[in-house]
Every structure is written in structure tokens, then in C-alpha cells.
């Protein structure tokens, strides 16, 4: 999840997650999101090569949002995803940018 972070990648769109990366990216503020039900990449004639906008991520507390990937051809793909923040506290960490940045506000509040 670092390294994915380190790369600039904001978020993650997949089918599914392994349950300790998931936790992984949100530690390090890396959106986690996964298809709905019978959709994914190939479906939804995505290659990688899209950039993507994720469309009503306000302040982390919403179950589904929209994603709008948009092709170099300039096509654009709408599908619904489901947010992974499963606890309040796992949205406090994506609203601080990671649990580094949470904790060191927490300290410098103090």
C-alpha cells in the first residue's frame, strides 16, 4: 500500500480485496473501492489506460459512489462502486490523507 501511494494512485477500484491490504491502503489514505455485483474491468471495457474521477466522495462517509473513467479516445464509462471504509474510524483515516497524518494532528493538537 506504500508503494501504491508512493505512485500518486489515490484510490483502487478491484472485484475483490484481501482483507489485510485493504486495511493496509486505507492506513496509508488510498481509497479502497470495488465493483458492484457482476461488474468489473473487462466488463466495462476498461484497460488500465483510463484516468479515472470519482464523483460524490465528499467526506468519506458514502457506501457507493460514481466513478467516470474516461478513455484517451475521450469516451467516458460510468459504473457505480462500493466505498471500503468499514468503520468510522477507517474514515477518520481517509479524511486525515492515512492513520500517519491522523496521528500526527491528534499530537499536535494537544
Known sequence: AKGTLLL?????VAESFERIHRSNLVGMGVLPLQFTDGHNAESLGLDGSETFDIVG???????EVE????HDSGKETAFTVRVLL?????VEYFRHGGILNYVLRQLAAK
Not at 67 to 70: D, F, G, I, K
Not at 86 to 90: A, N
Request: charged share 25%; net charge positive; glycine share 10%.
Open 8 to 12: 500518486g494512485v489515490k484510490a483502487v
Open 57 to 63: 466522495m465528499n467526506d468519506g462517509a458514502a457506501r
Open 67 to 70: 466513478v467516470v473513467a474516461t
Open 86 to 90: 468499514l468503520t468510522p474510524k477507517e
